[in-house]
């Protein structure tokens, strides 16, 4: 019993219970900040409290979706996880999740953590909760104003993991030259490598491989010498089987690997994984055996093709089973907001988070490749983006989106939100003929809503593309009408 | 003055498009040619990067966005390179031939004499618009209007480097909302001939529409004489710049 650790989780518990009575919503974060001002060292004794050890998850892009897809498995497998389910993931809003999932006397309801880190925020995170194994997904250009740039996240996360004990284990995308630069000075048996195999050349699917870098990935350079990165296969942003022609560096061979994945539209996709057997870590508890094994995952796009692959690598280095993958897997449903169905007025919405120029292109290529890819995007698609902390106060990454996709096709595209008349200049630059575009003045986002939804025919599917605090507001008025639920009973 | 622009071809460089397109700054790429498509013009757009050399008195109009750290340093060293042909005096003898250029952030920067960062060594530019820079104690974020004289620029500022405009230049305008230049004298941006350099990214040009065409009216006279520019429908646009403004006063 550690009487000052008691007292922060009491303190906690009473700010959730305060921001309850006061319906002020969620309450995510102020537990923590009480919690962190009574004990410093609270995050650290629950996450030392933990029996079978922690996963951190970072990454710009999917670490709420992979977070949850971690917890999943382990669920259905029969652990006891703690999670940070909301998807507060600074470093109060870890604290205040794990405090809200421990008695007071700072035992965890569960042997496992899968805590979900922000970016800026992880080195923190890490450093206190010393995890098992640290997930890492991506890096990629996010909104600039809120965390500085792609490199310097880089450095604080190089720093960070060289600071671990060696009983930490790195789960790496291998696809991510900038990720394996961020572990590369740590010996190899730490690290487990994910990625993805190429599929015959001639099978290539234009959904699958681009030829191209998009506008949106970084200039790819080699983290040992500085050179231009090539690719033998490009899949997602910078993210493909590269190497450096100066010096020879190259993607690592990966120890999970990801192959023939079929997209299936805006619903499904499924994917082959093969665990070579390599990856052992020092701590002997870690051996993947080799396994080969289908996957079927219940959402689209091939960024949650990584995702689930990055989820599977984590729960094998847990100990679980390719069936007990599988079957986690299976009955998965998205993350809040991430992709979401509701119906409303005999319509369907399906609603997908946007949050930076990576996940726009990818979702945008999801909904355009979901029908006829030639034909381009028939299902009338509605534009939300706000300016607010939490999108990013600049609105310039709009430009680094590949929006060009959607000049050919005859779906309606509007726009709305705070900076919904940026996006309607974007959308007419991009090539999109101007009777296509209805932009809605900002401040009107209600009004906006139920006249795109009506000008769809009844029985129709329409999409909803908003940034995070948009899709929160258009989420609340989606509940108002009667559509959707409140995330935090999920 | 050409009874028409149908034809008439306008030659952009993007420089260093690889290496300084960061906060969407190729959205002024996007804006200068759609603007001059949509006149019936012919534009061709060159990207030059590291070690590539720049065809002297090709171009008609320059752009050079803003860059991370690392390759801001990767793209002053090659400025400074005589080995591949000199791109900074290639540069300045076409803006002494009525060239036009537009640069952002870093690349306006690199269009002054040098940038001194708190810690490492000065970066050269190559001197064409008459300013210094050097790093400052804060970063300024946020929404940011320049007025000047031909109209208001409305855009969003990120920089923590204080940029100090000597005579040699004027300052493009004066800043009404944000920190300008420097967040001390009330400048925003410089000019030097038809050389501009500022710190809005936005992206700029979409949404300022005027200074769009102003580039484009000025980079074609180079080449084929004065031109007058047919107005465009530009609705859209201008929505955009007055909710930006708005948005601008609202959040200063």
Redesign the interface.
């Known amino acids: 019993m550690d009487p000052r650790l008691t007292l922060a989780l009491l303190g906690a518990r009473a700010t959730t219970l305060a921001a309850r009575l006061t319906r002020r919503g969620g309450g995510t974060a102020a537990p923590g900040l009480v919690a962190e001002r009574l004990d410093p060292a609270a995050l650290r004794k629950l996450g030392a409290a933990l029996a079978g050890g922690a996963l951190v998850v970072g990454g710009t892009n999917g670490k709420t979706t992979t977070a949850h897809m971690v917890a999943t498995i382990l669920d259905k497998a029969g652990r006891r996880v703690v999670h940070n389910r909301s998807g507060s993931n600074l470093v109060r809003g870890v604290l205040a999740a794990l405090a809200a999932q421990s008695s007071l006397g700072g035992v965890p309801r569960g042997d496992v953590g899968v805590i979900e880190a922000d970016e800026a925020a992880l080195p923190a995170i890490v450093t206190a909760i010393r995890p098992r194994f640290i997930l890492l997904n991506n890096l990629f250009r996010d909104q600039l104003d809120r965390y500085g740039e792609l490199d310097h996240i880089a450095t604080r996360w190089r720093a960070a993991v060289a600071t671990l004990d060696a009983d930490t284990t790195l789960i790496v995308n291998a696809d991510d030259p900038m990720l394996v630069g961020v572990t590369a000075a740590l010996p190899r048996e730490r690290i487990i490598y994910f990625g993805m195999a190429a599929a015959e050349p001639a099978a290539v699917d234009r959904r699958l491989t681009l030829d191209v870098l998009p506008h949106a990935a970084d200039a790819a350079t080699c983290s040992r010498c500085g050179g231009r990165l090539a690719y033998r296969a490009l899949y997602l942003s910078h993210l493909g089987d590269w190497f450096c022609p100066a010096c020879g560096n190259a993607r690592p061979a990966p120890d999970i690997v990801a192959r023939d994945i079929r997209l299936d539209g805006v619903k499904a996709l499924s994917l082959s994984v093969e665990a070579t057997g390599d990856a052992s870590a020092v701590n002997s508890s870690l051996v993947i055996r080799h396994s080969s094994f289908p996957l079927h995952v219940p959402l689209p796009g091939l960024y949650n093709a990584y995702n689930a692959l990055a989820a599977t690598a984590a729960a094998l280095a847990f100990g679980l089973s390719p069936g007990e993958v599988t079957s986690g897997l299976a009955g998965f449903t998205a993350a809040f907001g991430r992709i979401e169905r509701v119906a409303l007025e005999g319509r369907e919405i399906v609603l997908a988070l946007v949050k930076n120029p990576t996940g726009f292109n990818e979702v945008l290529r999801m909904l355009v490749g979901g029908g006829d890819a030639d034909a381009g995007l028939a299902t009338p698609t509605m534009l939300i983006i706000n300016d607010l902390d939490a999108d990013g106060r600049d609105v310039s990454w709009l430009w680094d989106v590949d929006f060009e996709i959607l000049a050919w096709g005859e779906a309606p595209l509007h726009t709305a939100g705070i900076r919904g008349p940026d996006m309607a200049v974007r959308l007419k630059y991009a090539g999109v003929a101007p009777g296509r575009i209805a932009a809605h003045p900002p401040g009107e986002l209600r009004a906006a809503l139920l006249d795109f939804v009506r000008a769809a025919p009844a029985g129709a599917t329409v999409y909803i593309l908003p940034t995070y605090t948009a899709m929160l507001e258009a989420r609340g008025i989606l509940v108002d009408l009667g559509a959707a639920r409140d995330f935090w009973q999920q | 003055m050409p009874a028409t622009l149908t034809g008439l071809d306008l030659r952009i460089a993007f420089l260093y498009g690889?290496?300084m397109?960061?906060?969407?700054?190729?959205?002024n790429i996007?804006?200068l040619t759609?603007r001059a498509e949509w006149r019936g013009l012919a534009v061709t757009i060159e990207q030059v990067g590291i070690g590539e050399r720049l065809t002297p008195g090709y171009h008609d109009l320059y752009f050079f966005g803003g860059g991370?750290?690392?390759?801001q340093i990767?793209v002053a060293a090659d400025l400074a390179r005589r080995d591949n042909g000199d791109k900074g005096a290639t540069i300045r003898e076409a803006i002494e031939a009525d060239a036009v250029a537009l640069t952002i952030c870093g690349g306006y920067q690199l269009f002054g004499h040098h940038y001194r960062p708190h810690n490492g060594p000065e970066l050269p530019g190559i001197g064409i618009i008459d300013v210094t820079s050097e790093a400052g104690p804060d970063r300024f974020?946020?929404?940011s209007i320049i007025a000047t004289p031909d109209g208001d620029l409305v855009g969003?500022e990120?920089h923590s480097a204080l940029t100090f405009v000597g005579p040699g230049a004027a300052p493009f305008g004066t800043v009404t909302v944000g920190a300008g230049n420097n967040g001390r004298d009330g400048t925003g941006g410089a000019r030097y001939r038809h050389a501009y350099g500022c710190y809005l990214?936005?992206?700029l040009l979409?949404?300022n529409p005027w200074f769009t065409d102003l580039l484009l009216t000025q980079a074609l006279a180079r080449r084929h004489g004065p031109v007058e520019l047919p107005p465009l429908?530009d609705d859209?646009?201008r929505?955009?710049h007055?909710?930006?403004a708005r948005?601008a006063w609202a959040?200063r």
């Open positions: 690889a290496e397109n960061i906060y969407g700054d190729r959205g996007i804006a759609r991370q750290d690392k390759e990767a974020i946020g929404n969003f990120n990214h936005g992206s979409p949404k429908a859209l646009e929505a955009a007055n909710s930006a948005r959040t």
